[in-house]
Nanobody
Framework: VQLQASGGGLVQPGGSLRLSCTSSGSTLEYYAIGWFRQAPGKEREGLAC????????YVSDFVKGRFTVSGDSALNTVYLQMNSLKPEDTAVYYC??????????????????WGQGTQVTVSS
């Protein structure tokens, strides 16, 4: 499953962005899709997950209340809605899957297929 994240950009503190994760040539319907980010000089962080197979979701505590994950099966897209953005949210954001149909969130098997990231910059 090849993934592509999009929707990043420059936003002011307090603003919102919605990132999209799509796949060309594969349905996301049976997979767990995770959202991650990595800022320069920092480790990658797991943010959220959506299983399009059983509908389970997971959002990390440190972004809970500001970030939500959802999907649109008709558009074959998983979204990460980010509200109340802060400068420390600046990072490259990625979506990923473990390529195992039927996975819940969080999945037992690690994410191993990563899409190209999209840059999010939060700055005034």
């Amino acid at each position: 499953v090849q993934l592509q994240a999009s929707g990043g950009g420059l936003v002011q503190p307090g603003g919102s962005l919605r990132l999209s994760c799509t796949s060309s040539g594969s349905t996301l319907e049976y997979y767990a899709i995770g959202w991650f980010r990595q800022a320069p000089g920092k480790e990658r962080e797991g943010l959220a997950c959506l299983s399009s197979d059983d509908g389970t979701t997971y959002v990390s505590d440190f972004v809970k209340g500001r970030f939500t994950v959802s999907g649109d099966s008709a558009l074959n897209t998983v979204y990460l809605q980010m509200n109340s953005l802060k400068p420390e949210d600046t990072a490259v954001y990625y979506c990923a899957t473990n390529s195992l149909p039927g996975s819940s969130c969080p999945p037992a098997a690690p994410f191993n297929s990563w899409g190209q990231g999209t840059q999010v910059t939060v700055s005034s």
